[in-house]
């Protein structure tokens, strides 16, 4: 095997051995075993470098080994897979089985990391990933205490996942216990959102580029929304869901993670401590609501039977296995946060997220204020000023995507919102990570920018504590529900109405190949119609076209169902999620051929008939399958 080599800009890491708890989990399989394969194959793991696992399986070393072998082939994020690399992994991996209540397991467990410190010449380096429930941090910890690790020459450093302590109390507590035998410097709290390219990105693009910091303030900022929807349900992981929640689960941490990137002041320098006390500092400045007011800022819901994305039937969130079939546990959640400091005052910060969704996107989206409309009076775009918005693609797109008003070339004055986009599958060669390696990597060499310090975490949980109590003492009628693959409830719409803003959904060109009639569009098509379409809200009962009016538009529902009225306002057919109608307006000049009214809430998408024109050139077989289903359906009415 080919040692790892590395370049000077990015040496590797220390040598060390990495102490595993919690070996045989999910976690092991999926991210860190193929974060640490990347790590080998990109030359930053040292020669003196070895892994120990412990968790209660019944494994030694070589069936540990063959287990990580068979799931390597699965999870490994490499576009080629490099049997010799692995091999060099696979030679540094250990395990023993433990009982974390034994003492003498822990005292078996030192004898044999001190073998191995002198087999790989590891200088006595110790990082402990505890890839385990928060219940059982403190007793691993107090273990390592007691059996000696202290006393090993070299640094000791501990990885602590994620959730951090289930609620404030807890997480106080935590911070407390660790805190007694170790210190704040050698606790290494992760969020894998932190090692996410397009996270880190929003340090760099904020203050790398001069031109944004004179915007980033109430002046010219409306609002930032920020979306992480997921479409996979509980999956699996009931167990720990259930017990968790959307807010503990991804909001405390990994949603706060990078709105404190996005709205923190400039750090004065990329020193740990220069990053993290401007984090801190955000996360303290965010108002702590009252009690009575979670439901004027916060919004709680859970998944109700549904459809997949695959148009497959999904189970209600309570009927979901190890899920409690009574259990008032979010799936979704949408706040309303304000920053109390200068430079955000009066600036709503919009957040959401939830399982069980009908697209998967993590998405950040800063309005700007809009340009004042009065020189467009009188002119064909009168109306037509949109904000300025700056959208952060956080995954699975990746990209910076920056919406103006552009003029359309004609002899008339007519605007017409266009994107300067950046995609980082254009511009960067990297192939795509688990987000797990920058943060091993960094751990390694001490460097802790991208780990939490315990002020942040605790000023996080303080803000959502409110939302915690009061949806925990909400009557169970209180938790309203939404269909499993839809756009999540009703009610975090209303919450923005009320503000007279509306989430931005972003449509990408995953969510577009989705709908039936775009499916073998080419993605050319896809990325201008993504930006064409208007996403637009009515509510039950909500008239959206009228027989005998004329349009120039047609609609793509996106969420809800709508009812078709024949000419005596009787329903003669429904139509659901991914179903389009109104094509005539769009296609020809003749009147609409049927009223469609809204059955409950409905998103609909509007296709107007000028941008649908431009788009055609890219995709001129849209025209005709719209056409058909157009006659077909006038023929019908
Ligand atoms: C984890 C949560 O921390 O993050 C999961 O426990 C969630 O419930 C996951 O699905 C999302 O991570 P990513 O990287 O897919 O956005």
């Given at each position: 095997m080919t040692s790892p080599s590395s370049s000077s800009d990015t040496p590797p890491a220390d040598p060390c051995l990495m102490l595993l708890f919690g070996a045989s989990g999910d976690l092991t399989k999926r991210l860190l075993t193929p974060a640490l394969l990347n790590l080998v194959c990109d030359g930053l793991l040292p020669d003196e470098f070895a892994i120990m696992g412990m968790a209660m399986d019944d494994m030694d070393d070589a069936s540990f080994r063959a287990k990580l072998e068979n799931e390597i082939r699965t999870y490994s994020t490499r576009t080629h897979f490099e049997p010799e690399r692995w091999e060099w992994l696979k030679q540094r991996i250990h395990y023993m089985p433990g009982n974390f209540g034994k003492k003498e397991d822990f005292t078996a467990l030192l004898a044999r990391c001190n073998e191995l410190d002198v087999k790989f010449q590891l200088k006595g380096n110790l990082l402990v990933y505890l890839a385990i429930s928060p219940t059982l941090i403190n007793l691993v910890t107090s273990q390592l205490d007691d059996a000696g690790f202290k006393e090993r020459q070299g640094w000791l450093r501990i990885i602590v996942e994620k959730p951090f302590g289930t609620d404030l109390q807890s997480a106080r507590m935590l911070s407390q216990q660790l805190l007694t035998r170790w210190r704040e410097k050698q606790i290494y709290r992760i969020d894998h959102y932190l090692g996410k390219e397009t996270v880190q990105n929003l340090i760099s693009f904020r203050f790398a580029n001069g031109i944004f910091e004179p915007l980033w303030n109430k002046n010219h900022i409306d609002h930032i929304q920020f979306s992480v929807l997921e479409t996979v349900g509980a999956e699996g992981r009931g167990g720990y869901y259930d017990k968790s929640g959307v807010v503990r689960d991804m909001i405390q941490n990994h949603m706060f993670q990078m709105l404190a990137y996005l709205c923190m002041e400039p750090p004065a320098s990329f020193d740990p401590d220069a990053v993290r006390n401007e984090k801190g500092k955000l996360v303290q400045a965010l108002r702590v609501v009252r009690f009575d007011e979670v439901p004027e800022?916060?919004?709680?819901?859970?998944?109700?039977?549904?459809?997949?994305?695959?148009?497959?039937?999904?189970?209600?969130?309570?009927?979901?296995?190890?899920?409690?079939?009574?259990?008032?546990?979010?799936t979704y959640a949408a706040m309303k946060l304000h920053i109390d400091n200068w430079r955000w005052e009066g600036v709503p910060i919009y957040l959401r997220s939830g399982k069980a969704l009908w697209k998967r996107g993590t998405e950040i989206v800063v309005q700007f204020k809009k340009a004042p409309q009065v020189i467009f009076r009188n002119t064909p775009s009168a109306r037509l000023i949109d904000n300025n918005q700056l959208i952060f693609h956080i995954q699975p797109d990746q990209a910076v995507e920056f919406r103006v008003q552009a003029k359309k070339p004609g002899p008339n004055l007519v605007l017409q919102k266009v994107d300067m986009r950046?995609?980082?599958?254009?511009?960067?060669?990297?192939?795509?990570?688990?987000?797990?390696?920058?943060?091993?990597?960094?751990?390694?060499?001490?460097?802790?920018?991208?780990?939490?310090?315990?002020?942040?975490?605790?000023?996080?949980?303080?803000?959502?504590?409110?939302?915690?109590?009061?949806?925990?003492?909400?009557?169970?009628?209180?938790?309203?529900?939404?269909?499993?693959?839809?756009?999540?409830?009703?009610?975090?719409?209303?919450?923005?109405?009320?503000?007279?803003?509306?989430?931005?959904?972003?449509?990408?060109?995953?969510?577009?190949?989705?709908?039936?009639?775009?499916?073998?569009?080419?993605?050319?098509?896809?990325?201008?119609?993504?930006?064409?379409?208007?996403?637009?809200?009515?509510?039950?009962?909500?008239?959206?076209?009228?027989?005998?009016?004329?349009?120039?538009?047609?609609?793509?529902?996106?969420?809800?169902?709508?009812?078709?009225?024949?000419?005596?306002?009787?329903?003669?057919?429904?139509?659901?999620?991914?179903?389009?109608?109104?094509?005539?307006?769009?296609?020809?000049?003749?009147?609409?051929?049927?009223?469609?009214?809204?059955?409950?809430?409905?998103?609909?998408?509007?296709?107007?008939?000028?941008?649908?024109?431009?788009?055609?050139?890219?995709?001129?077989?849209?025209?005709?399958?719209?056409?058909?289903?157009?006659?077909?359906?006038?023929?019908?009415?």
């Open positions: 800022y916060g919004v709680h819901a859970q998944y109700a039977p549904g459809k997949k994305a695959d148009g497959s039937n999904a189970i209600a969130y309570r009927s979901e296995p190890q899920v409690d079939p009574q259990s008032r546990t979010e950046f995609d980082y599958s254009e511009a960067f060669e990297a192939g795509r990570a688990t987000g797990y390696e920058v943060l091993l990597y960094s751990a390694m060499l001490g460097d802790t920018t991208l780990f939490s310090r315990s002020d942040f975490v605790e000023a996080s949980w303080q803000v959502v504590q409110p939302f915690l109590d009061y949806w925990k003492a909400a009557p169970a009628s209180e938790m309203p529900t939404y269909p499993a693959g839809s756009w999540g409830p009703s009610e975090a719409y209303d919450m923005l109405e009320r503000d007279g803003r509306r989430w931005h959904e972003v449509v990408n060109r995953d969510v577009l190949a989705r709908v039936p009639d775009l499916a073998g569009a080419p993605s050319t098509f896809l990325h201008s119609l993504a930006l064409m379409l208007e996403p637009n809200a009515v509510g039950p009962g909500d008239t959206i076209i009228h027989k005998g009016d004329m349009g120039t538009e047609m609609f793509y529902i996106c969420r809800g169902e709508v009812e078709i009225l024949d000419g005596k306002n009787q329903p003669v057919a429904r139509l659901g999620e991914g179903s389009s109608f109104g094509e005539v307006g769009l296609l020809l000049d003749m009147p609409r051929t049927a009223t469609v009214r809204a059955i409950g809430n409905c998103d609909l998408f509007i296709l107007r008939r000028e941008s649908f024109r431009r788009a055609l050139k890219d995709y001129p077989e849209l025209h005709t399958i719209l056409l058909e289903r157009a006659n077909k359906r006038a023929g019908l009415s």
